[in-house]
Nanobody, 122 residues
Framework: QVRLVESGGGLVQAGGSLRLSCATSIRTFVTYGMGWFRQAPGKEREFVAAINWNGGTTYYADSVKGRFTISRDNARNSVYLQMNSLKPEDTAVYYC???????????????WGQGTQVTVSS
């Protein structure tokens, strides 16, 4: 059973920053692209950002492009999301997962972590 443990969320004012972390137990972590997703209350989970196996290529949802930066540390089996210029509409629970593809950003693991809550006040 793969473990995905997200952390780093919190309450921040609009314009502020947070850095999320996702520690995984994926043994072959280096072979996977990784992604961040988020789910706001009453909405479906949506793609936020992705990074390929060596960090050389990144992908972002239009809503976060230029504000968020995804990175990874293969030695620590971890992926990160630096979030700057936060907006109230970024409020959501944030999750990470490995990815099957970079077209639909299909998650690999059906079992998600507990996520980390990000709340941005106006």
């Amino acid at each position: 059973q793969v473990r995905l443990v997200e952390s780093g969320g919190g309450l921040v004012q609009a314009g502020g920053s947070l850095r999320l972390s996702c520690a995984t137990s994926i043994r072959t972590f280096v072979t996977y692209g990784m992604g961040w997703f988020r789910q706001a209350p009453g909405k479906e989970r949506e793609f936020v950002a992705a990074i390929n196996w060596n960090g050389g290529t990144t992908y972002y949802a239009d809503s976060v492009k230029g504000r968020f930066t995804i990175s990874r540390d293969n030695a620590r089996n971890s992926v990160y999301l630096q979030m700057n210029s936060l907006k109230p509409e970024d409020t959501a629970v944030y999750y990470c997962n490995a990815l099957r593809d970079y077209t639909n950003y299909t998650p690999v693991f059906g079992s998600w972590g507990q996520g980390t809550q990000v709340t941005v006040s106006s």
